[in-house]
C-alpha cells in the first residue's frame, strides 16, 4: 500500500477548473474535549483530479487526511470540524519520494516522516529535513505523520517548516484552476492559515539538488514529545576553501504567527569566516525578526533569547556538516 | 545520557544487580534464611499482562452495555442557575440523564471512610456540581446512550445556565481578606475552635515542642526562606473507568479502577444513601493511581444512570477529564527557618504550610506539617499549616501526599545550612538525623528507624565516592520521610490437595503486590511462590480491607497473608496428627516439612491427604496493624545545566532506600525508581497552567510535560533493610518514600552547577534561565 | 453520515473483516468491535503510546487512525506478539526484569520495542530511550524498561536464551 511510487506523472498536474474552498482556518482553543471524534463521511480519492473533485463537492466541510495526526486530533476535541474527510495517501504523486543527486528531491505531500530517514540518501543530502522528521511527535507519530501534512497544518510551530524553508522548498499545488507553485517560505499566512485557495491542495514538495550543508534545532522542555518553544533551521553554502560562508538561509518557528526567514541574519553571513564569532552575529540577527508571544510553551523574552542561542548552534552543525561533504 | 554497564536484574542474583546495590544493614543479627523472600519469582499476573489479556476497567464487556458521558463546567468558578436536560433526554439513543438531583440530599451527612471523617455533601457535589462549578471540568451533568458518539452529541445539547464568579488559583490569594469565597458556610477550624467569617482557610494546624524562640535566639546559624510549587496530577496512564449495574432485584454492581474497592462501596453506597450490602465492587486491573484512584468520581453517577434506564453504564474519562476532573495534588507555599549551632546541631525549626485543598475542604495538609521536619531530631519546632479551598479540583493524595512539597523546603535549607556552615551535607544530616527515640514535632516517638543506616549507605555509593567533573554541572542530595501506614487488610486462603495455595485477597495489585503478599504466604508455609495462586476479588469475596496507598499493601496484606499462613499450618498439624496418630503438639513443622518422630510429611503431600482427614482446609487472617513503621530515602543526583537555555540535564541518580524487607527486590527497585522519577518530573516541568479565566491550558500529556524514556538515566538503587521490628519479615512499606527527596536533591545539584537556589517548582527551563540571568 | 463501511484487514496473521462508521478510530474498533482490548487508550491524542499497533510493520498510534484506513492493511496488536503459548523474548523479558507494575502502557511499550528490535537487534541504551519516547510509563521510571529491551535484544541476538524460556510460568491471575 505504501510502496514507493514513480514519480514521473506528478511532475505535471493536469488544470482543473473547479470552484475555490477555503481548506483550514484559524485553530483556537477550544473548551470542547471529547473522547470521540465527531460525524462524517470518509472517501480515499485515487487521483488528483478524484481529489480535487471531491474537496470541491465537499465545500468547506470538506477535509484532507494524510497522515491524520493532526487533523483527527483536532477533529476530536473540536478544533476543527468535518462533514467529509478525503484521504489522499492513495493518490500515488501524493506518496511519492523520489531523489535524483542532480535534481533534488521530490516529496509526496503524504508520505510519512519515517520513510525520509529510512532512506540513508535522502537523510545524507537533506540532513535539516530529517532532523525534523526524526523529531515530530514520538516514533508512532512518524508513521503516519508527513512533512506536506505538517506544513498545511501550518502551525507557527511546526518542525518542518523552518527546514523547508531553508533548504528552499517548493509546495506544488493542486486546484480547480491547476497546478501552481509557491515557495514554502510564503505559504503560511497565520497559525493555522496558509495560501491554499478554496479547491486547492498540496500535492508534492520539490526540493532543490543538495549543496552545502543544514540542520534543524528545537528547544523543548523535554528531550521529546514536546513542541517546539523554538525552533530554527539553517541551510549554509560554504566557499571552495571551506573556510567562508558563501551562501546562508535560517528561518525561525515559533517566535511569529508563521514560520519566518530571518534574511538578515543569512545575508550577514555571506563572506563571513564560518566561526562562532559569524554564528553569534548571525544569532542576533535572527533574534530582530523574532516577534513571539508568551504562551504556555514559553515566554516571550525567553523565546528571543532562544533564537540567539539555537541560530549560534544549529548554523554550527550545519557548517560542521557541509565541511563534512566536501 | 549516562550508561551504565551493569548486567539485568532478570539474571542476576538477588543480592547485586544491575547498579542496584542491596545493603543488608540489620545490626548485629544475620538476615534469617528465607527461601521465597528476597527472590525473584516472575509476577503471578505477568502473563496476562504482557499479553494483552488482562481485564482492565475500560476492557470490561457487559451485554446490553451503554456508554455514558459527563457534562463538566467550562468556568472556574459559576453559580449554576439552571440546568435544562429535556433536548438530550430526547434525543434517540439516549437512555438516561442525571445531574445532582438525582442525588440524594447529603447536607450536614458525615462519614467515616476509613481514614478520618469525610463531608458527604461535599464529596457528593464533587461528583456532580450543585448549586456551583467550583473548577474548570467539574461534572455537572451525565447522559448514557448506545454509544459514546451519541453520548457525547446528546451533551451539547444540554443546557447550562451559568453566572461565571471571580476564581481564585494561588493558595495565598486565596487567603486574602477580600478573595473570592467558594463556600460561604466555611469556618476555619482554628485548632478545633471554629472560626468567623467567610473565609476559604478550613483548617489552621499548629504543632509545636520545646521553646523554639529561645532555640533561634542561641543559634548560631538561622537561615529562613520561601518555597513554591506548582499543582502538579499523579499522571496514571489509564484514565478514570467505571461501570455499573443496577440490577432490577435493587442490587448495584460496580466494576471499577480503584485503589480500594471497599472504600469505593462505601463512598458510592454513602452517597446514594443506600446500604453498604446492596452494593459490590468488583476491581478490575488498574492502571496506576498513586493516590489519584481513591476518591470516586465516575462510580456514583454510572450507578445514577443505571437506575435510570436499568441497563449496565460504562463511564471513561478522557485525558482532558482527568487532569481538569481529578484530585491534583497541592500547589503549595511553605516558608521554612533552621537554626543551628557552629557545630551542625539543629536546635530549632519552624515551618509555615499553606497547601491547596482545591474546591473542597480536606487536602494534604496535615501530613504536610507531620514531614516538614521528620528527617531530624530537633528539639524545638514549631509548624502552622493551612488548608485553603481554591478553585482547582479537589485534591487527592499523590504518593507520600504534602511531604514532597515539604521536604523541597526542608530539604533546601538543611542544605544551604551545610555549605554555610562548611559542612558535608551527609554529615550534617548525620549528625541530626531522626533515629529511635526521637519525638517528632507532632507527637509521636519514632520506633526502630533506619535513616542513619540510609545516610551511610548513601555516603558509601559508587556515586557519591565519584567525582563529578566538568562545566555547569553539580551534585545534590537529600533525604525524604514518609511514615507509611498499616490499617485493615483480610485475607482467606484455601488448600488445594495438590498442594498449592489459593489466596483471596482484597487490596488492588497496581504494581505487583498480588506477587509481594504471595512470597509472604509461601515463605510461612514454605512452598514456593509459585505454588501460591493469588487473586484480588470483589468486596462480597474478602473481608474489608482498606485501600492500596500509604505503603501499606505489602506490609498490612502481607501480615495478614503469614497469619493465615500459620492458621493454615495449625489446622495442617491436626490433620498429621490424625494421620500419624499422634497429638497435635507432637507434630512439628519447618520450612515446608511436618514432623513427628521419622516421619515426615512435606506440604504438597499432606495436601494430597486432605481428603482422607476431614476435607478441605481454609486458612484466614484479618488485621489491624499499629506498626508499620517510617521509611526515609536519600537520593543523590549529578546534573548538568545548560547556562544558556536553562535546560537542566540528569547525567547521574542514585537512591538509597530503607525497605526494612525487600520482598521481591525487582518490585522494590521499581518503587524506588518510578517514585524518584515522578519526583524528578515534579521538580523540572510538570505543572498545572492557567488562563486569566483561571482555566487549565495544559490539560494534555502534550503540554503537561511528564518524563519520557529519553529524559532520563537509569536509575540506581540501593536497598537498605534495617528490619521492621513489628513485622514478621520486617517489611516497611516502600512505594511512597522515594517521590519526596527528588525536587530538593535537584535544586540543591542546580545549585552546584550554577550558583543559583531555585525555589519554585518546577524548575523548569525558562525559570532556571531566568534566575541565571539575575545573577549576573 | 454515519452508513457503515466494510473494511476488510489481516490482524495478527488472520484474515479480518469488519464494519465500522468513518469517524471510528482503528483503535475503538479493535477494543470494542473486535475485542481486541490489548491495546490501550491513555489519552486520544497520540502522547501516550499505549494504543501502538503496527500498521504493515510500522509503530502507529491507532488512536489516530481511521478504521476504514486499515482497508488492506496488515495489523499486529499486543495479542499477536506471543506464538502459540511461547511469549515473545520481549515479553519474557519483561516478566523476568520486572519491567511492568500497573502494566497499562505494557502492550504499547512491547509493540513499540517489537518494530525497534525487528530494525535494529543491537540497539544503544539511547536508541532505545528515543525511539520508545513516545510512551509514556509512568510507575517504572524506565529504567527496567529499557534494560528488558537489552536483555531481549541479547536474546533475539542467538544466544538461545529465547529459545530455553516456554511459557509464563506462573498461573495467570484473577481479573
Known sequence: MRGTTKYGSCWKVAAQNRPPRSFYYSLSASTRKATALQDFSYAAATTIDEAVSLLSAGGDRARVLAGGTDIIVQLREGLRSADLVVDVKKIPELMALDFDPARGLLLGAAV????????????????????????????????????????????????????????????????????????????????????????????????????????????????????AVVGVGAWVELDPSGQKIADARIALAAVAPTPVVAAEAGKSLVGQPASEASFKAAGEAAKKVARPITDRRGPADYRTHLVGVLTQRVLATAVERAKSKK | ???????????????????????QTNG????????????????????????????????????????????RSPHAHARIKSIDTSAAEQMPGVLAVATARDLPNLKDKVANLGEGAVNLAHLGANVLAHDKALYKGHAVAAVAAVNIHVAEAALAKIRVDYEPLTAVTWVLDAMQPGAPILHPDLRTDELGEPGAGNTNISTHLHFEQGDPDKAFGQADVVIEREYRTATVHQGYIEPHVSTALWNNDGHLTIWTATQGSFTARQQTAELLQIPLSQVTVVPCEIGGGFGGKIPVYLEPVAALLSRKCGRPVKLIMNRADVFEGTGPTPGSFVRVKLGAKKDGRIVAAEAYLAYDAGAYPGGMIGPGCMCVFSCYDIPNARVDGYDVCLNKPKTAAYRAP?????????????????????????????????????RRVDGPVYDRVGLVETLEAARNTPHWKSKLEGKNRGRGIACGFWFNIGLKSSVSAHVNFDGTVTLLEGSTDIGGSRTSIAMQLAETLGIKAEEVIPRVVDTDSVGYTDVTGGSRVTFATGLAAYHAGLDIIAQMRQRAALVWECKVEEVEFDAGTFRHKKQSLTFRELAGKLHQTGGAIVGRASVDPEGATNGFAVQIADVEVDPDTGKTTILRWTIVQD?????????????????????????????????????????????????????????????????????????????????????????????????????????????????????? | ????????????????????????????????????????EGCGNGNCGACTVLLDGVPV??????????????????????????????????????ALQCGICTPGFLVTAKALLDRNPKPTEHKIRFQLSGNLCRCTGYDKIVRAVQ??????DGNGRAEKKAAAKPRAAAH
Open chain 2, 402 to 438: 504534602g511531604a514532597t512539597q515539604a521536604a523541597f523546603a526542608c530539604e533546601s535549607v538543611v542544605d544551604e545550612l551545610a555549605e554555610k556552615l562548611g559542612i558535608d551535607p551527609i554529615e550534617l544530616r548525620l549528625k541530626n538525623a531522626a533515629k529511635e527515640g526521637t
Open chain 3, 1 to 40: 453520515m454515519s452508513k457503515r463501511i466494510h473494511v476488510s484487514t489481516t490482524i495478527n496473521g488472520a484474515p479480518t473483516e469488519f464494519l465500522c462508521e468513518a469517524r471510528q478510530s482503528l483503535l475503538e474498533v479493535l477494543r470494542d468491535t473486535l475485542r481486541l482490548t490489548g491495546s490501550k
Open chain 1, 112 to 227: 510519512p516522516c519515517y520513510r525520509l530517514y529510512d532512506d540513508e540518501r535522502i537523510a545524507a543530502a537533506y540532513p535539516a529535513l530529517v532532523d525534523s522528521a526524526r523529531i515530530i511527535g514520538g516514533w508512532q507519530i512518524q508513521g503516519r505523520a508527513s512533512i506536506g501534512g505538517n506544513l498545511c497544518n501550518s502551525s507557527p510551530a511546526a518542525d518542518s517548516i523552518p527546514s523547508l524553508i531553508a533548504l528552499g522548498a517548493t509546495c506544488r499545488i493542486a486546484g480547480p484552476a491547476g497546478t501552481r507553485e509557491v515557495p514554502v517560505a510564503e505559504f503560511c499566512t497565520a497559525p493555522g492559515r496558509n495560501c491554499l485557495a478554496r479547491g486547492e491542495f498540496l500535492v508534492s514538495l520539490v526540493l532543490p539538488a543538495p549543496r552545502g550543508g543544514s540542520a534543524y534545532l528545537r528547544f523543548i522542555p523535554r528531550n521529546e514529545m514536546d513542541i
Open chain 2, 1 to 23: 545520557m549516562a550508561e551504565h554497564k551493569t548486567a539485568s536484574p532478570a539474571k542476576s542474583d538477588a543480592a547485586q544487580s544491575a547498579g542496584n546495590g542491596h545493603a
Open chain 3, 61 to 98: 498510534d491507532s488512536c489516530l487512525v481511521l478504521a476504514v484506513e486499515a482497508e488492506g492493511a496488515d495489523i499486529t496488536t499486543v495479542e499477536g506478539l506471543a506464538h502459540d503459548t511461547r511469549l515473545h523474548p520481549l515479553q519474557q523479558c519483561f516478566l523476568e526484569g520486572a
Open chain 2, 659 to 776: 525497605a526494612g524487607r525487600a520482598i521481591h527486590p525487582s518490585y522494590v527497585e521499581g518503587q524506588m525508581q518510578g517514585g524518584a522519577v515522578q519526583g524528578i518530573g515534579w521538580a523540572l516541568n510538570e505543572e498545572y497552567l492557567y488562563d486569566d479565566k483561571s482555566r487549565m491550558t495544559n490539560a494534555s500529556y502534550l503540554d503537561y510535560r511528564m518524563p519520557t524514556a529519553l529524559d532520563l538515566p537509569m536509575i540506581e538503587t540501593v536497598i537498605v533493610e534495617v528490619p521492621n521490628p513489628a513485622h514478621p519479615y520486617g517489611v516497611r512499606g516502600v512505594g511512597e518514600v522515594p517521590i519526596c527527596a527528588p525536587p530538593a536533591t535537584l535544586a540543591n545539584a542546580i545549585y552546584r552547577a550554577t550558583g543559583v537556589r531555585m525555589r519554585e517548582l518546577p524548575m523548569s527551563p525558562p525559570r532556571v534561565w531566568a534566575a541565571l540571568a539575575a545573577k549576573k
Open chain 2, 28 to 71: 548485629s543479627t544475620v538476615a534469617p534464611p528465607y527461601r521465597v523472600i528476597g527472590t525473584r519469582p516472575v509476577r503471578h499476573d505477568g502473563a496476562d499482562k504482557v499479553t494483552g489479556r488482562a481485564v482492565y476497567g475500560a476492557d470490561l464487556q457487559l451485554p446490553g452495555m451503554l456508554y455514558g458521558a459527563i457534562l
Open chain 3, 151 to 156: 536483555e531481549a535484544a541479547k536474546a533475539l
